[in-house]
């Protein structure tokens, strides 16, 4: 079974600093992974995905993630941090052979300190 | 496209009352996904369907809750009855499944508050 760990629940950057968020995935097939964003009272929102083309992707807001196969990996990552990058993010991993669904992280809270 | 349509975006009942949330996926999308989120205990997925017909609902709390999907533009999900431990944000998602690599866009959501 496919399963996501995201390492910290709380995240805290100050504006313009380096946010990363990290995503350790298990997979018995190569994967297809994912981060979503949600903010305050939405719903989920696709940041961007990888579909074992190149293994840094990018996506929008000016975030991007690289997929590390040896490290089970796909961190999240954006150079300098914006206030309005406040939000919950979650990494998925799927869907496996045979089902549809995705296999969420518990999610990573992202505060920007002024 | 508008996105996944879910109503209503609020409702406020008292337990032992019949909640039924509604969602409407994107078109020509064949899965479609319920989830319930909590402080307490993330994201849950409850139940998807693929093509109409519920494929997983292993994620469905109890007999008390039971979802339908009578056709490819249209799901409920029904509480009878409703409990204060159901309050919870309810998240309906559609992916185009093997037109595309699985991800899935979310509705707004149903903030369910039971009293």
């Known amino acids: 079974a496919q399963s996501v760990t995201q390492l910290g629940s709380h995240v805290s950057v100050s504006e313009g600093a380096l946010v990363l968020l990290r995503c350790n995935y298990s997979s018995s097939v190569p994967p297809y992974l994912f981060w979503y964003v949600q903010y305050p009272n939405q719903g989920l929102q696709l940041l961007l995905k990888y579909t074992s083309a190149a293994t840094l992707v990018k996506g929008i807001n000016g975030f991007e993630a690289e997929f590390k196969k040896s490290e089970t990996s796909f961190h999240l990552t954006k150079p300098s941090a914006h206030m309005s990058d406040a939000a919950e993010y979650f990494c998925?991993?799927?869907?496996?052979?045979?089902?549809?669904?995705?296999?969420f992280g518990s999610g990573t809270r992202l505060q920007v300190q002024p | 496209d508008a996105g996944v349509i879910q109503s209503p975006r609020h409702e406020v009942t008292e337990m032992g009352q019949e909640v039924t949330l509604r969602c409407k996926p994107i078109?020509?999308?064949?899965?479609l996904f319920w989830y319930r989120q909590t402080m307490m205990r993330g994201l849950e997925l409850l139940i998807y369907?693929?093509?109409?017909?519920?494929?997983?609902d292993s994620g469905m709390p109890e007999d008390r809750f039971s979802a339908k999907m009578p056709n490819a533009s249209f799901s409920t999900l029904k509480i009878q009855p409703s409990e204060p431990r159901d309050s919870a944000v309810y998240f309906c998602?559609?992916?185009?499944?093997?037109?595309?690599?699985?991800?899935?866009?979310f509705g707004p959501g149903t903030r369910l508050t039971v009293l």
């Open positions: 998602a559609s992916s185009p499944g093997l037109a595309g690599v699985g991800e899935q866009f």
């Open positions: 078109s020509g999308h064949n899965s």
């Open positions: 998925a991993v799927g869907p496996e052979a045979g089902r549809r669904a995705l296999t």
């Open positions: 369907f693929n093509n109409n017909v519920p494929i997983d």
